[in-house]
């Protein structure tokens, strides 16, 4: 028997994606993220990697002469297509492009003249590729240790989600098979990062609405170089994963040569458990949320691990969850009931109002599933969501909400409309039941997607491609693509890189993030500083000083460390202050002009009033001649002063006495000095009164 709910994808892929580990920890119980070790992610398998997408900094696009990097609000013109399947270079069709021609989506994509040409919309054929980023992926790939090809080899990519009008991306590697330094002392690492490849790619669509069937896109950023930089599944916690995305991003950063800003950089991570499966996780734009990202994805792979040992202790088969092929699923399959007619009428406003439509109404039986559909796959979410997901996500539906099964009995139905489903069915205690309600040809779809994915249950984690969601939960995204979705690109020739373009771009590499720290480390900053401060958006800053601050290079980046987010929050501080302007300051500290514990008052006022002259900011801080007549003056006005703790005991004076002096003196006299005048006029003071 021919099965569509079965399609050849599964079959076909390589066993590549699967966790080396086939032994599941059934038995660790769920965590939230935070709660675990390192240990604790060993023992659960946990591998992760990533894929950073980075937009490179130049003028045109990639592969035609449109600017790179203007994004529009308005366009002149929308074009509309719709999707169709091709065979693939073997003869097969791909899983992913039969899921999206199930979709039947309309793709519109909006243009604007000064953003797009013939090109994007293949109506020309390519341009030669862009020089300037060619010579960006060569540089980062240089930073990043790669091996680099001799030639560029373009490539297609397959790409249905419609994001790409030609359905493939231009794709082509510039280097591979490189490691560096992967070092992260607050988290006990010390080895290498092993980087897989770097490719020079063109930015797809950027997706405005999808509504439906109708998907909507902008032309802006189509066609736009990004790098592509893919590491090997090293990565064996959530905060590791992190890390080395933070790592990828500063050495691409380091160059100055590439995109900032929300969308500019976006990751795709991969992560599987024991017994899972490679799952591709898309477009986080963030390095914050990846950390509970992938733990969360690591337990629903866990639980879903639960699930099909549950489904296989029950003893149910994949001969039981599938429908035959052809016809409307209601029509060939005793599991599945048209109930249009037998909830009329129904008081759920949902079913009700898509019988209003004149919409069908389906309960499905899925035997042996009954009770599963509430076991716990994600913080707030229910093994139920995986199958209303890829209904959404392929059928398609318009209205919300578009489902409901029996493990929530209290919701939607009455008692009496589940006994009618449930007799129909011929549904016994251990099934679930699931309700769909959607016009008739997404109805059949949503039906069929249901049997496909209670059929992945048996299998665990199924293979797709999923989105990451705002609450660190993440959803399914598409099925994941044939291992044959690249071929060669017969419009462009072979690129040759010249060796002398190579050794320009070596001779001008910037300094990589590692090799910065190390040259903080050996000004003697310690380790986790020096970390953190070949980080920050002022380490350049701080180069410029480093040079006057001379031994102080330690007291110049703790001050910077803790004056500048300060000020920042503060709201004083939009833009990094000139070197400049602080030179001064750094000087007199390492000549020893201004005390060290003025520095950061100081600095705090060069940042504050950016127009008053160093030399007068820094007068205020430095020792004067006058400066020991006028303590003795303002001992006398601090100890006169009516809101003077008079009569309180000496050393609640003193405190009181030292706080209101040192502001007007710290810097200018050592703070031992001031005391011990302070407490010689407190005994004179004390003297006469007794005299
Ligand atoms: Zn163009």
Known sequence: MVVESQPAVG??????????????????????????????????????????HQQLITRSKLFCRCP???????????????????????????????????????????????????????????????????????????????????????????????????????????????????????????????????????????????????????????????????????????????????????????????????????????????????????????????????????????????????????GVTGEMLFVPDGGRPWEVSPNVFDASTALQPCDFAPIHDSLQRGEKVIAVRLPGLGGLLNHRTQPGVSFAREFADRIRVIACPVHRPFMMHSDLRDYGLDPRQWRILQKQLK????????????????????????????????????????????????????????????????????????????????????????????????????????????????ADLFDELALAAGDGARRLAAALEKRIPHQRRQGRLTSLPEAERLRPLVRAAETGAIRPEAFELALDELIEDREAPPDKVLSTFCPGTEDRAELESAIAEVLNRPDAPVGKPGDVIVRWAMGQLMRRFIGRVDAQAVKGRLVEALQTAATEVEG
């Open 11 to 52: 079959s076909v892929r390589p066993p590549g994606d699967l966790n080396p580990r086939r032994d599941p920890a059934l038995d660790f119980p769920d965590a939230d993220f935070g709660e675990l070790s390192a240990a604790d992610y060993q023992v659960l398998g946990f591998m992760s990697g990533l894929e950073v």
């Open 68 to 314: 790179a990097g203007r994004f529009v609000e308005e366009y002149d013109a929308e074009v509309l297509r719709h999707m169709r399947p091709t065979l693939s270079e073997l003869g097969e069709y791909d899983g992913t492009a039969l899921m999206e021609f199930k979709t039947k989506k309309e793709i519109v994509y909006q243009l604007e003249r000064g953003s797009v040409c013939t090109y994007e919309m293949d109506d020309t054929p390519p341009f030669e590729v862009d020089d300037e980023a060619v010579r960006i992926a060569i540089e980062i790939s240089l930073l990043l240790n790669l091996n680099l090809v001799a030639e560029l080899h373009v490539m297609r990519k397959q790409y249905l989600d419609g994001s790409i009008p030609t359905g493939f991306q231009r794709t082509a590697m510039v280097g591979l098979s490189g490691v560096i330094p992967f070092r992260v002392p607050e988290l006990g690492v010390n080895r290498e990062l092993r980087i897989r490849q770097l490719s020079l790619e063109e930015d797809s669509c950027r997706e405005i609405s999808d509504i439906g069937h109708r998907i909507t896109f902008r032309t802006d950023r189509l066609g736009m170089p990004l790098t592509e930089t893919v590491t090997e599944p090293d990565l064996l916690t959530p905060l590791e994963l992190q890390a080395a995305g933070r790592l990828l991003a500063r050495v691409a950063r380091a160059t100055g040569k590439v995109r900032r800003g929300s969308g500019a950089a976006r990751q795709d991570v991969n992560v599987s458990v024991a017994g899972g499966r490679r799952i591709e996780i898309k477009g986080v734009d963030n390095h914050k949320g990846l950390p509970p990202l992938v733990h969360i994805e690591a337990f629903r792979q866990l639980n879903l691990l639960r699930v099909k040992a549950e489904l296989e202790r029950r």
């Open 427 to 538: 549904a016994e205690s251990g099934d679930a039941m699931m309700v769909v309600w959607a016009p008739e040809t997404d109805a059949a779809t949503a039906v069929r997607e249901i049997f496909i994915r209670a059929h992945d249950a048996l299998k665990g984690v199924p293979a797709e491609t999923r989105q990451a969601y705002r609450d660190g939960t993440n959803g399914f995204e598409r099925i994941l693509p044939g291992p044959d979705r690249m071929y060669p690109d017969t419009d462009t020739p072979p690129l040759p890189i010249p060796d002398s373009a190579v050794i320009e771009v070596r001779a001008g590499l910037p300094e990589t993030p590692w090799v910065r720290e190390e040259r903080y480390r050996d000004l003697g900053i310690d380790d986790a500083a020096a970390r953190r401060l070949a980080a920050a958006d002022w």
